[in-house]
Structures are given as structure tokens and as C-alpha cells.
């Protein structure tokens, strides 16, 4: 019954900011762990940023940190991905993720049950 739809995506040039959007649905999410992950084709999904939905706490993959910053909004239920300074290696379809019931953030992709569709980020060199 959990859905996550992801928005915000699109085609950009280096160097240029994205925000990108998670709005949940369909569950309680007040003791829950929400998370990014990005996939490029070939290549395995991998975390970018997760937060600790009760406390806010946020982690950050050392590739990201500096230049993305992920928030939430209880109310809207939604996560946000604010990313700034993009680099072609950005490039990925990033997902959010939801592990349900569990306050931890981790960055294994099979720690989380939800998924979104995913939202095609394409950075230009």
C-alpha cells in the first residue's frame, strides 16, 4: 500500500542545480528511514543520501556531500534531494526508498522494502 512517486528530474548542464521531489504515500512514516539511491545503466544502484524521518538526521555518500543536501516535510510527507553543483557523473535515474519501521539509515539498497519509479537525471558536460 506504500507508494513513493519521485519528481523533479530533467536534462541539465554542469554546474547547474536539480530538486528533486519524494512524496509518500499510503503508510505511516514517523518511525521509518527514507533514502536516495541513483543507478546508471550498467551499473549497480548505490546510496546518495538517507534520512532519519523521526530525528532528521541525514547521511550523505562522500560523493555527494558538500553539494547535495536532503531534507523532509512531515506534513507534506515528502523528501527532498537538493542538488547543486552537478557533474556529468551525476548522471542516474535516482529512486527513493523507504525502510519501513526502521529508524536507521542504511546504504544497502536491500534494507529498504519501498520503492519509487524513479526520475531521470542527465547531466551535460
Known amino acids: 500500500q506504500v507508494q513513493l512517486v519521485e519528481s523533479g528530474g530533467g536534462l541539465v548542464q554542469a554546474g547547474v542545480s536539480l530538486r528533486l521531489t519524494c512524496a509518500a504515500s499510503g503508510g505511516a512514516f514517523s518511525s521509518s528511514s527514507m533514502a536516495w539511491f541513483r543507478q546508471a545503466p550498467g551499473k549497480e544502484r548505490e546510496f546518495v543520501a538517507g534520512?532519519?524521518?523521526?530525528?532528521?538526521?541525514?547521511y550523505y555518500a562522500d560523493s555527494v556531500k558538500g553539494r547535495f543536501t536532503i531534507s523532509r516535510d512531515n506534513a507534506k510527507n515528502t523528501v527532498n534531494l537538493q542538488m547543486n553543483s552537478l557533474k556529468p557523473e551525476d548522471t542516474a535515474v535516482y529512486y527513493c526508498a523507504v525502510r519501513h519501521s526502521f529508524l536507521v539509515v542504511t546504504s544497502r539498497p536491500s534494507d529498504y522494502a519501498y520503492w519509487g519509479q524513479g526520475t531521470q537525471v542527465t547531466v551535460s558536460s
Open positions: 534520512i532519519n524521518w523521526r530525528g532528521g538526521s541525514t
